[in-house]
T-cell receptor, first 109, second 115 residues
Framework: SQQGEEDPQALSIQEGENATMNCSYK?????LQWYRQNSGRGLVHLIL?????REKHSGRLRVTLDTSKKSSSLLITASRAADTASYFC?????????FGAGTTVTVRA | EAEVAQSPRYKITEKSQAVAFWCDPI?????LYWYRQILGQGPELLVQ????????DSQLPKDRFSAERLKGVDSTLKIQPAELGDSAMYLC?????????????FGEGSRLTVL
């Protein structure tokens, strides 16, 4: 079973626009992570946010975490064609990382 | 840059045959994970090792799947016999380990097609 659920399932944007995707989860967590997966490849870690943090930045990525609402968001600013991929949130509970179903992002040139 | 190595990259087999996947984690990583990812879904944990010990195999279909990490380094995941529903990407990942699930480093995966 998957703890996190991403929304939307798919997103299509123009190059240069921002992309926002959300993740909701069901139980308390230790931390939440975001990963990117290019088609047919393995997952790549993007960012980790701990349960006592509210916002974190890494380059063009901004992640927020609201533990009271059990939700997180990932913002990609000034998107590029190379950002086309699936994005997954993963929640850490009891030493185990559980992934959501992902958001597929397509950036049009 | 250190990487998680997996082989084979692609495997096509007929149902009822045996299949094996191999994973070599990043040197020094104590925790090793096998995930299964069905097309269009997120990865699902099959088994987690801490060194050579199984930490979690609650989602591993033990009637047909087995996993080992004998010396606490590389690992093998076996399926016998394979079924049509086993068609998926099998992902291996490793991490330093510890009290929290930190950053996972994934291999490129082994894509299995069962005919």
């Amino acid at each position: 079973s998957q703890q996190g659920e991403e929304d939307p399932q798919a997103l299509s944007i123009q190059e240069g626009e921002n992309a926002t995707m959300n993740c909701s989860y069901k139980t308390s967590i230790n931390n939440l992570q975001w990963y990117r997966q290019n088609s047919g490849r393995g997952l790549v870690h993007l960012i980790l946010i701990r349960s006592n943090e509210r916002e974190k930045h890494s380059g063009r990525l901004r992640v927020t975490l609201d533990t009271s609402k059990k939700s997180s968001s990932l913002l990609i600013t000034a998107s590029r064609a190379a950002d086309t991929a699936s994005y997954f949130c993963a929640t850490d509970l009891d030493y185990k990382l559980s992934f959501g179903a992902g958001t597929t992002v397509t950036v049009r040139a | 840059e250190a990487e998680v190595a997996q082989s084979p990259r692609y495997k096509i087999t007929e149902k009822s045959q045996a299949v094996a996947f191999w994973c070599d984690p990043i040197s020094g990583h104590a925790t090793l994970y096998w995930y299964r990812q069905i097309l269009g879904q997120g990865p699902e944990l099959l088994v987690q090792f801490q060194d050579e010990s199984v930490v979690d195999d609650s989602q591993l279909p033990k009637d047909r799947f087995s996993a080992e990490r004998l010396k606490g380094v590389d690992s093998t995941l076996k399926i016998q016999p394979a079924e049509l529903g086993d068609s998926a990407m099998y992902l291996c990942a490793s991490s330093l380990g510890g009290a929290r699930a930190g950053e996972l480093f994934f291999g490129e995966g082994s894509r299995l097609t069962v005919l």
